[in-house]
């Protein structure tokens, strides 16, 4: 799902709902371009959380390791 940035509600089709709800239209599409890289960033950081925590359960990551791949990857994908 992805979310508006303007009412931040999660919606399918996002371009749909600006362009129906907020009356959007292509002349604001830096706008939606900025609102597509951050969900594919917010989505994209999910997945590595999801696979640190999945690895931190196992046994496999040390809290250490943990905390320092939390914060290579923010400084990595600075936004």
Known sequence: MLTCPI???ENQDLLKHLRI????T????ELLNKAREIDSHKLE????MRQLN???QAG???VKQYRESVAKWLKEHEV
């Open 7 to 9: 009412c931040k509600k």
């Open 21 to 24: 709800s907020h009356e959007i």
């Open 26 to 29: 292509d002349a604001d599409e």
């Open 45 to 48: 950081f999910r997945n590595f």
């Open 54 to 56: 999945d690895g931190r």
């Open 60 to 62: 496999s990551v040390s």
